[in-house]
T-cell receptor, first 112, second 113 residues
Framework: QKEVEQNSGPLSVPEGAIASLNCTYS??????FFWYRQYSGKSPELIMF????GDKEDGRFTAQLNKASQYVSLLIRDSQPSDSATYLC????????????FGKGTKLSVIP | DTAVSQTPKYLVTQMGNDKSIKCEQN?????MYWYKQDSKKFLKIMFS???????INETVPNRFSPKSPDKAHLNLHINSLELGDSAVYFC????????????FGPGTRLLVL
């Protein structure tokens, strides 16, 4: 069973702080990793994807990947109340296609 | 214009009924997906279609039958609805099987009484 694990939270951070969201995965053959944001009652929205070990930055968001440790994280700098949402980690576990396995999500609350 | 649309948005029905959910994408994508998100917010893929051809069929009861009349549409028909089918069903699309970005529809909230 290919699994993607996340702490369900809630993770509370003060406004302006760095929020750190973590994800581990079981399939060593996984090649691509995604972070989706889901506001309550809304659909998932892609924030970032990462394929290579290391960091990938996009604005206030940084995705970090360590394939040896089977670990991917998302850092949100200068957290804003509008960042309060559930963050879903997704891993490509399909052979030759983008079949995504999702974690259960981490609920983030940014306190003003 | 909505990129991925679903109808209906809400569906309340009795156990044992048959219902359908429709999905349409106007992005010109080749690949479409159905996901189920349960009450614990766990999002799990059910089916994917590429150019009207079934690609992924996860362990889903036979009561669920997807149909893709053309590559812009992927419908989901559910027979003999059960209480456990209550969930939010999301349709999504991607440019093709090799593209990372999946665009999700707004979801259909199904409640089986």
């Amino acid at each position: 069973q290919k699994e993607v694990e996340q702490n369900s939270g809630p993770l509370s951070v003060p406004e302006g702080a760095i929020a750190s969201l973590n994800c581990t995965y079981s399939d060593r053959g996984s090649q691509s990793f995604f972070w989706y944001r889901q506001y309550s009652g809304k659909s998932p929205e892609l924030i970032m994807f990462i394929y290579s070990n290391g960091d990938k930055e996009d604005g206030r968001f940084t995705a970090q990947l360590n394939k040896a440790s089977q670990y991917v994280s998302l850092l949100i700098r200068d957290s804003q109340p509008s960042d309060s949402a559930t963050y879903l980690c997704a891993v490509n576990t399909g052979a030759g296609s983008y079949q995504l396995t999702f974690g259960k999500g981490t609920k983030l609350s940014v306190i003003p | 214009d909505t990129a991925v649309s679903q109808t209906p948005k809400y569906l309340v029905t009795q156990m044992g009924n048959d219902k359908s959910i429709k999905c349409e994408q106007n992005l010109g994508h080749d690949t479409m997906y159905w996901y189920k998100q349960d009450s614990k917010k766990f999002l799990k893929i059910m089916f994917s279609y590429n150019n009207k051809e079934l690609i992924i069929n996860e362990t889903v009861p036979n009561r669920f039958s997807p149909k893709s009349p053309d590559k812009a549409h992927l419908n989901l028909h559910i027979n003999s609805l059960e209480l456990g089918d209550s969930a939010v069903y999301f349709c999504a699309s991607s440019q093709d099987l090799q593209q990372a970005t999946q665009y999700f529809g707004p979801g259909t909230r199904l409640l089986v009484l």
